[in-house]
């Protein structure tokens, strides 16, 4: 893979004209987040210890993992009263912007939510469909040095949006750090109940119950590869929203937006891990030349350089590609969990955009807005996911009954139906039930 080293900047360049572009291209994209057998066998084993020992095993794997002392799951919980001081006790700038957030996301969720409907037919029947909330919803936050307050609201805030009963959230306090801002953020979106606990042994305590902790109907939020190994295991016991990737940027540019505006918004995302994945698609091969150069002079600035350098050189890339519709192409084959236009038109883009998991319209819409305040959900489709699945949303916590009302008639008329297609599959209990209802 041909690669760039301005100023020591190890960045791989790629045109869309070179024979090996493809393969270099899908080298690029390879991601394998299954976990290796070795993670599978240990996270088996704390499942089953959990289901089994509930509470006591629960406090075992904290106490070894988390380096705590607790000797019970009551010096593991949190109350409302704790997530209500915390909340107060943040400086008022933290309060304002947490606060206005979470007003700005229940703001636009409250858009999502949908309604129950029917219609009548001339007999008289009635179909429709009804929406009903999960009871009780479990969310997943980071915990330790990777707290993030933003994920707590955008995981709770839908669903009590959707009308969740019960929202329980576990995060793990490693050597008993607990994060103000993450507890506040709990206050602000209506969570329940808190648990300090995390890793496979959280979630098998929300997949299965313990004497403290109540089982959940859907497991949401991002973690380690030990969490999503156990996500993956237990779902059929409870849902979940997704089993997530590295977080991504693709960003397209007609090279009408400043270049260093563009290398931080690539910055962005690389500094999230090494894993981290940040490209750059231009039809301007100019334009991609000052972007690489901006990328080597604003590096050495980040506070997480490390991460951003070891990132870029893992996974990250500059495309040069033939023109606008080519451009369009890679979009919908890298599916992206997050898409910058960086255009001077990107309305025009937009209805050929059938891959994306969040679209970032225009030169002022920074990805990290959409982190943080601008509204929709950050939780997204990562690994080129977006091919077939949604950010989430209120529609996560809800789930969609039938409803079939028959009229006399309409069970007469239907009736004659059912019974044909019936026997054309030798079920004659099926036929016979139906045709008891037939009006001679």
């Not at 902790?213 to 030990?226: E, L, T």
């Not at 901006?294 to 506070?303: D, F, G, Q, W």
Request: hydrophobic share 45%.
């Amino acid at each position: 893979m041909s690669e760039t080293r301005a100023q020591g900047v190890e960045l791989a360049r790629l045109s869309t004209v070179d024979a090996d572009f493809e393969a270099r291209l899908d080298a690029l994209l390879a991601w394998e987040g299954v976990s290796d057998a070795e993670v599978q066998q240990r996270v088996a084993e704390i499942l089953a210890a959990v289901r089994e020992r509930g509470d006591a095993a629960l406090v075992e794997y904290t106490r070894r993992f988390d380096r705590l002392s607790a000797a019970s799951m009551g010096e593991l919980t949190l109350g409302a009263a704790r997530l209500e001081q915390a909340f107060h006790g943040l400086p008022e700038a933290q309060r304002d912007a947490l606060s206005r957030a979470a007003e700005r996301i229940r703001l636009y969720h409250e858009r999502q939510k949908p309604s129950s409907w029917t219609y009548t037919e001339a007999d008289g029947s009635v179909l429709g469909q009804q929406v009903m909330p999960l009871d009780r919803a479990g969310i997943y936050v980071p915990g330790g040095k990777a707290a993030y307050p933003s994920s707590v609201l955008m995981n709770a805030i839908p669903a009590h949006v959707a009308g969740v009963r019960e929202i329980v959230m576990v995060v793990p306090t490693p050597d008993g750090v607990l994060n103000e801002l993450v507890l506040a953020a709990a206050h602000l979106a209506g969570v329940d109940h808190v648990f300090t606990v995390g890793g496979a042994q959280a979630v098998a305590a929300l997949a299965y119950g313990t004497e403290s902790v109540p089982r959940v109907d859907k497991i949401v939020g991002p973690g380690n590869i030990y969490v999503a190994t156990a996500k993956r295991a237990v779902f059929g016991q409870v849902g979940i929203d997704m089993i997530a990737g590295p977080s991504e940027i693709l960003v397209v540019s007609d090279a009408g937006t400043d270049p260093e505006w563009l290398a931080m918004d690539l910055f962005s995302q690389a500094e999230h891990d090494e894993d981290a994945q940040a490209l750059l698609v231009s039809w301007d091969e100019r334009h991609l030349d000052e972007v690489e150069a901006a990328i080597a002079r604003l590096l050495p600035t980040l506070e997480r350089e490390t991460i951003v350098r070891q990132s870029l050189a893992r996974r990250g890339a500059l495309i040069h590609c033939r023109d606008r519709d080519e451009a369009v192409r890679l979009v919908n084959r890298i599916a992206p969990e997050h898409l910058e236009l960086s255009l001077a038109d990107p309305e025009a883009l937009l209805p050929e955009i059938r891959h994306a998991g969040a679209i970032f319209m225009g030169r002022f819409t920074a990805e990290a807005l959409g982190d943080y305040c601008a509204g929709p959900n950050h939780v997204l489709p990562t690994s080129g996911t977006a091919r077939f699945s949604s950010p989430l949303g209120v529609y996560d916590f809800q789930k969609r009954s039938s409803i079939i009302h028959c009229s006399e008639a309409g069970a007469s008329t239907l009736g004659r139906v059912a019974s044909v297609l019936a026997r054309g599959e030798s079920l004659t209990a099926h036929a016979r039930s139906a045709e008891y209802r037939i009006k001679e």
